[in-house]
C-alpha cells in the first residue's frame, strides 16, 4: 500500500461526506422545541414509546388550550428521538437535541442513558426531566438541570421492603433482580429495607432483561422454602415469572416494583396474575385529580397506558409551569423556577428536593384481584 | 432430590427447544457452511404468524376447542417460514455463494435486522402474549412437577428429530443434501440440483424452526419481535456444541445446554457460597462450550476435518 | 482532478491534512455539533475497526467478541481514572496501561482457541465477549470493582498540561465543546494506528499473517511459527481495542456494561467486511459508513417534514430497518466490500479453482 495513493483515496472519501448531506431545517417563529428521548427501537421500545405518548399527549393539550410567554403566543413542539436503550446512542441524541435548539428534555427512559446524557443538558445548561430513570446516582451527580418526577430506587425499595415484612408478613424472603440498572438498583434497597425489618433474605438469584425462562432460578428457590419473591424488573420477564412460579408449585407470594404495576404484566402472567402485589410511586391515577380523564385521554389516542406515560405527561406540565412562572422559555430562568414546582400531577403531587429528586415520594402497592390492579395502601 | 430432577426437566425442555432451532442452523452449515444467523428470526416469524392466526381464530370461530386453534396457528405458520426462508435464501445468498465467506454472514445480519423491524412494523412493540388455550394439566412425578405442554413439548421434538433424521439418512433428498454437503461440484456432476437441494434444506430448517417458535410462545405464554435473537444464538452454540453441520449433534448440544443452564443456574451458586450465581447462568453455557471446543475442536459428534483451512 | 492529486502526493496529503483538521468546524458549524459527536465516535469505530481488521482482515482469525477489548479498556480506564478507587491518574498513564491490559487478554484468549478455525472460533470468541460483559455486569458483590449495571460514572475527562478536555472553551467568540478536543486526541491515535497498520501489512509479520490466513499449514511448512503470530495478532488487536475503549471512557465519562453488547462486536466486524477486509482504506471506509448512516438515517423526520408537512412514518420505525436494507444491498452489490484488497479483488476475478488463488495468495506473501 502505498502512502500517496491512500492518502488520495482518504482525501475523496472525506470530501464525498462534507458535501453529502447538507442543510438544515429551519427554526419557525414562536415555536418552543421539547425533546424526548425513549428507546424506540430494540426490546424495550413498546415502554419509550409509551413515554413519548405521556409526553406528546400533554404537549398537544396545553397547545390546544394555548400557552403565552413573554406576551407573545407560543407553540410547543415535541422532538421524539430514539437512544435505543445504549449510552452512545444516548449522548448523540442529546447532543442532538442540544443542537436542534430544545429548551428541555424529558428522558431519558433508563437510568444507563440518562446519567450519560445528564452531562451534556449539563453543559449546556438545559433541563432535563426524567419520567422514569430511578438509579440513585442521576440526581446525585450535583447537576442543576437534573429533575426526576418518579421516586428513585431508595424511596421505592424502601417502602417495599418494609412493606413486604411488616404488612405482608414475609419471613423467609427470596430476592430475583434482572441485572439491569433498574432492577437491581431496586432489589438492592429492597434487600436492605427487608433485611432491616426483620426479614431474612433465604436467597438471591439473577436473570437478564432478556430472559424467558426461570425454572432454574426459581426450581432452586423453591428449595430453599420462601414465603415470598421479589423481583426487581420489568413485566416482560415478571409475566412468565408469575407463570413459572405457579407451575412449579412454589407457594410464595410475588412482589415487585413499577416494572410490574401495569396492563401488560396482567396480559402476560394471565390467571397466574391474581394475588401478584407490585408498587407504582406517586399516587393511584384514577383517585388523582384529572387522572381519570388522563386515562380516558390517552387510551382513545394511544391505547392502553404501559407504564411511564402519566409520569411523561407530569414531567411535561412541571417544565411547562415552570416556563409559566419564569413568563419565559430561556432554559436558565426555567431552571430558577423548577425548584418551586407545586403540582397536581396524575402521578400524584410533584415537589423537587434539592437534588431534584420527588419530595416525600409516596408509593402506592397494588394486588391483582378479579383480573384488575386494586390498590392496597399508599406509604410515605 | 425432587428438586434435582425439576431442574433435569426444566433443562430437557429447554434443550428441546434449543435443539430444534439448532437443526436449522446445523443443516445450513452443513451444506453451505453459512451461519444463517436469519434463522432465529424465522423462528420468531413462526411465533407471530401462529399468533395472529390464533387471534383471528379466536374471534371469528369461539367454539373451536383450544388444542385445534393451536394447530390451526402453526399449520399455518409453517408454510409462512417456509416461503419466508426460500425468499431469504434467493435473494441473499443465492447470489453470493460464491463471494469471501464472510460476505453472507453480513447479509444475514442485514436480514435478521430487516426482520426484527419488519416484524415490530406489523405486531407492533409489545410483548404478544399466548391466550391459555391449551389444557393446564400437571403431574407430580417423584416431588416434580411436570406439565402436560412440557411433555408434549419433549416428545414432539424428539419426534421431529427423529423424522428429520429418517429424510437424511433415507430419502433420496437427504441422500443428495448429504452428497451436496460433502462437495457441491461432484454432486452436481452426478446430477444432483444443487439449487433445489439447498432451497428445500432452508425449507426444512424452517419448518422445524416454525413449530419451535410456537412452542417457546406457548410455553413462556409470550411472543415478541426481538424474542428470535437470544433463542437463535443459544440454538447456534448448542449446534457447534455438538459438533455443527452434525445433526446428531445438534440434537445433543441442544439437550446439554438446556440441561448445563438448569442445573448453573440451580447448584453452582450453593457450590460457591454465592459468588458464581444465576447470574453467571449464561458464563457457564460459554464456558462449557469454551472447554469442549478446546479439547474437541469440532464439536462434540463433529468430525475431524482434515487439517486444512 | 483525483488524477492530477495521484500524481501529485504531497499536495494531496496537505489537502487531505487540512480537511482533517477542519473538519470538525465544518460539520459542527455546518450541521450542528452532534455530528461532531457522531465525528468522535466515527474515529472510535475506526480505531476499533482497524484493531479488528488485524485479527479478521490479516490473519484470518473470525473474532466475534472484540468489543470485550474495548469493554476491558475502558473499565481499567475508570478504576485508574475515577472516583470509584479514588485514583485519578493522568491519561498518558492510563491508556497504555489499558492497551497493554487488553493485549494480555487478548492473549489469554488467543492461547486456548488456537487450534480451532472459522466458525469454532468464532462462537469461542463470541462467549468471551458475552463472559466479560456478564462479569463486568455483575462484579459489584462480592467486592464492587465494577459497580455492576448501575455503571462507573464521573471518569475524569482527558487534561493535558491543566487544560481539562471536560469542559467548554470560550475563546475569539467561539464555544468549543469537548466533542472539538475529544476530535483532534483521537484523529491523533486513529493516525497512528493508521500509520502502525499499514506498516505491518506490509513487514514480514504481515505477510505472515496472511499466508496464515489463506492456508495454515502451508504457512507452518513454510517454517512459520504460527502460534505465536496468531497470538499476536490477538494481542494487538486486542490492545487497539483496549486503547479506543480507554478514549470512549475518557470522552463519555460513565461507562456501563450496556455498551459493550454483542451486538457492538457484530457491528464492527459488518464495518470490515462492508468495507473491504484486509484493506485498511476499506475498513475505515467501512467504519465512516455504518456509524454514519444509522445517524443519518435520524433526519428521515426531518425530511418528511419539510417535504409532506408532516411526519408520515415514524422515522424510529423505519431506520433500522433501512440499516438492514443498506448492510444486504451494499454486501449484494459489492460482495467483497466497496474498496477490496488488491489479493481479494484478484481471488475474485478468477473464477477459476481453489488452486490459484491460493497459488496467487502464496506469490503475493513472497512478494
Not at chain 3, 105 to 118: E, H, K, Q
Not at chain 3, 195 to 223: H, K
Request: hydrophobic residues 50%; contains cysteine.
Amino acid at each position: 500500500m502505498n502512502f500517496g495513493k491512500f492518502a488520495v483515496s482518504a482525501l475523496s472519501l472525506a470530501l464525498a461526506f462534507s458535501l453529502s448531506g447538507c442543510g438544515k431545517s429551519e427554526d419557525a417563529g414562536n415555536v418552543i422545541k421539547i425533546g424526548s428521548v425513549a428507546p424506540l427501537t430494540g426490546p424495550q421500545t413498546h415502554i419509550g414509546k409509551d413515554n413519548e405518548n405521556g409526553a406528546r399527549l400533554a404537549v398537544d393539550e396545553i397547545n390546544a388550550k394555548g400557552l403565552e410567554l413573554g406576551g407573545k403566543k407560543v407553540k410547543l413542539e415535541l422532538y421524539g428521538e430514539d437512544d435505543q436503550a445504549e449510552p452512545k446512542t444516548a449522548t448523540i441524541v442529546a447532543q442532538k437535541l442540544v443542537d436542534a435548539g430544545v429548551v428541555a428534555v424529558i428522558g431519558h427512559l433508563n437510568s444507563g442513558t440518562t446519567i450519560p446524557a445528564s452531562k451534556i443538558y449539563h453543559d449546556a445548561g438545559i433541563p432535563q426531566i426524567s419520567p422514569s430513570a430511578t438509579a440513585v446516582a442521576y440526581t446525585a451527580q450535583g447537576y442543576n438541570t437534573a429533575y426526576r418526577v418518579m421516586a428513585n430506587d431508595a424511596q421505592q425499595g424502601r417502602a417495599l421492603g418494609q412493606f413486604a415484612v411488616n404488612k405482608m408478613g414475609a419471613k423467609r424472603i427470596a430476592i430475583i433482580d434482572d441485572r439491569t440498572a433498574y432492577g437491581q438498583g431496586l432489589a438492592g434497597e429492597f434487600e436492605k429495607a427487608a433485611t432491616a425489618a426483620g426479614g431474612e433474605i433465604v436467597a438471591h438469584e439473577f436473570t437478564n432483561d432478556r430472559a424467558t425462562d426461570f425454572n432454574a432460578i426459581l426450581t432452586s428457590i423453591k428449595g430453599k422454602t420462601p414465603d415470598l419473591v421479589f423481583f426487581g424488573g420489568m413485566d416482560p420477564q415478571g409475566g412468565p415469572m408469575a407463570r413459572q412460579l405457579k407451575r412449579l408449585g412454589l407457594n410464595a407470594k410475588l412482589l415487585g416494583g413499577d416494572g410490574l404495576q401495569n396492563a401488560n404484566f396482567m396480559k402476560l402472567a394471565g390467571a397466574d396474575a391474581e394475588g401478584v402485589v407490585a408498587s407504582s410511586p406517586g399516587l393511584p391515577i384514577d383517585s388523582m385529580p384529572g387522572g381519570p380523564e388522563f386515562r380516558k385521554k390517552f387510551e382513545a389516542k394511544y391505547g392502553v397506558i404501559q407504564v411511564y406515560a402519566p409520569y411523561a405527561y407530569d414531567a411535561v406540565y412541571a417544565l411547562v409551569e415552570a416556563m409559566k412562572r419564569a413568563n419565559s422559555a430561556e432554559p436558565a430562568k426555567v431552571l430558577a423556577e423548577l425548584p418551586k414546582t407545586d403540582l397536581q400531577g396524575v402521578s400524584g403531587p410533584i415537589k423537587f428536593d434539592a437534588k431534584g429528586d420527588t419530595e416525600g415520594g409516596a408509593v402506592t402497592l397494588y394486588e391483582v384481584k378479579d383480573g384488575a390492579w386494586r390498590v392496597l395502601e399508599t406509604v410515605k | 432430590m425432587d428438586i434435582f430432577l425439576q431442574q433435569l426437566v426444566n433443562g430437557l425442555v429447554l434443550g428441546s427447544i434449543y435443539a430444534l432451532v439448532a437443526l436449522g442452523y446445523t443443516m445450513v452449515y452443513g451444506i453451505l457452511e453459512l451461519i444463517n444467523f436469519a434463522h432465529g428470526e424465522v423462528t420468531m416469524i413462526g411465533a407471530m404468524v401462529a399468533l395472529s392466526v390464533i387471534g383471528v381464530l379466536m374471534g371469528a370461530a369461539p367454539d373451536l376447542p383450544g388444542v385445534m386453534v393451536v394447530l390451526a396457528g402453526i399449520l399455518v405458520a409453517i408454510p409462512a417460514c417456509m416461503a419466508l426462508a426460500f425468499g431469504i435464501e434467493k435473494v441473499a445468498y443465492r447470489p453470493l455463494r460464491k463471494a469471501p465467506r464472510l460476505a453472507p454472514l453480513i447479509t444475514a445480519i442485514g436480514v435478521s435486522i430487516i426482520l426484527q423491524n419488519l416484524a415490530m412494523l406489523i405486531w407492533g412493540r409489545q410483548y404478544v402474549s399466548f391466550p391459555p388455550l391449551l389444557p393446564v394439566a400437571r403431574f407430580e412425578f417423584l416431588g416434580a412437577h411436570i406439565s402436560l405442554l412440557q411433555i408434549v413439548i419433549v416428545v414432539l421434538a424428539v419426534t421431529i428429530m427423529a423424522g428429520l433424521w429418517l429424510l437424511v439418512e433415507k430419502s433420496r433428498l437427504g441422500r443428495a443434501m448429504r452428497a451436496t454437503a460433502q462437495s457441491k461440484e461432484v454432486a452436481e456432476l452426478m446430477g444432483v440440483n444443487v439449487d433445489r437441494v439447498i432451497s428445500a434444506t432452508f425449507i426444512i430448517g424452517a419448518a422445524i424452526a416454525a413449530i419451535a417458535g410456537v412452542m417457546v410462545s406457548a410455553y413462556y405464554g409470550l411472543a415478541h419481535y426481538y424474542m428470535g435473537f437470544m433463542l437463535g444464538l443459544k440454538a447456534f452454540s448448542a449446534a457447534v456444541l455438538g459438533g455443527i453441520g452434525n445433526i446428531a449433534g445438534a440434537m445433543l448440544g441442544g439437550l446439554l445446554l438446556g440441561v448445563i443452564e438448569a442445573l448453573g443456574a440451580g447448584y453452582i451458586g450453593d457450590i460457591t457460597g454465592g459468588f458464581l450465581g444465576s447470574h453467571y447462568q449464561d458464563v457457564f453455557a460459554f464456558f462449557v462450550l469454551i472447554l469442549v471446543l478446546v479439547f474437541r475442536p469440532s464439536g462434540l459428534l463433529g468430525e475431524r476435518v482434515a487439517n486444512r483451512a | 482532478m483525483l488524477d492530477s492529486l495521484r500524481r501529485r502526493p504531497r499536495l494531496a496529503f496537505a489537502l487531505l491534512a487540512v480537511l482533517l483538521a477542519a473538519l470538525p468546524f465544518i460539520m459542527g458549524f455546518g450541521l450542528g455539533n452532534s455530528w461532531v459527536r457522531v465525528l468522535d465516535f466515527v474515529l472510535l469505530y475506526v480505531l476499533l475497526a482497524i484493531g479488528l481488521n488485524i485479527v479478521v482482515g490479516y490473519a484470518g482469525l473470525l473474532d466475534l467478541g472484540y468489543i470485550a477489548f474495548y469493554a476491558l479498556g475502558a473499565y481499567l480506564y475508570a478504576w485508574l481514572a475515577s472516583p470509584h478507587f479514588g485514583l485519578h491518574l493522568p491519561f498518558w498513564v492510563v491508556l497504555p496501561i489499558g492497551a497493554a491490559f487488553a493485549g494480555l487478554f487478548g492473549v489469554l484468549l488467543g492461547a486456548p482457541t488456537l487450534r480451532l478455525r472459522g466458525d469454532y472460533l468464532a462462537i469461542v470468541t463470541l462467549g468471551f465477549g458475552e463472559i466479560i460483559r456478564i462479569f463486568m455486569n455483575n462484579l459489584n458483590a462480592p467486592f464492587n470493582l465494577t459497580n455492576g449495571p448501575q455503571g462507573m460514572n464521573l471518569i475524569d475527562p482527558v487534561s493535558v498540561a491543566g487544560f481539562s478536555f471536560g469542559k467548554t472553551l470560550h475563546i475569539f467568540g467561539l464555544s468549543l465543546p469537548p466533542t472539538y478536543f475529544y476530535y483532534y486526541l483521537f484523529l491523533a491515535f486513529t493516525l497512528l494506528a493508521i500509520f502502525i497498520a499499514l506498516r505491518l501489512q506490509d513487514s514480514r509479520i504481515g505477510r505472515a499473517w496472511a499466508a496464515i490466513r489463506e492456508d495454515e499449514v502451508a504457512a507452518a511448512a513454510m517454517g512459520i511459527n504460527t502460534r505465536n503470530l496468531k497470538l499476536l495478532a490477538f494481542a494487538m488487536g486486542a490492545s487497539f481495542g483496549g486503547l479506543a475503549g480507554g478514549l470512549f471512557a475518557a470522552f463519555q465519562g460513565f461507562i456501563s456494561p450496556e455498551s459493550f453488547t454483542l451486538w457492538e462486536s457484530i457491528l464492527v466486524l459488518c464495518m470490515i467486511v462492508l468495507g473491504g477486509m484486509g484493506n485498511i482504506p476499506g475498513v475505515i471506509l467501512g467504519a465512516v459508513l455504518l456509524t454514519m448512516i444509522p445517524e443519518a438515517l435520524r433526519y428521515i423526520g426531518d425530511l418528511q417534514r419539510a417535504t409532506l408537512g408532516h411526519v408520515v412514518v415514524d422515522p424510529s420505525d423505519l431506520r433500522m430497518l433501512l440499516f438492514g436494507v443498506a448492510l444486504v444491498g451494499m454486501m449484494l452489490f459489492r460482495p467483497a466490500g466497496l474498496l477490496p484488497s488488491r489479493q481479494r479483488k484478484r481471488e475474485f476475478a478468477a473464477e477459476d479453482g481453489v488452486a490459484e488463488q491460493e497459488q496467487a495468495s502464496l506469490y503475493d506473501a513472497k512478494a
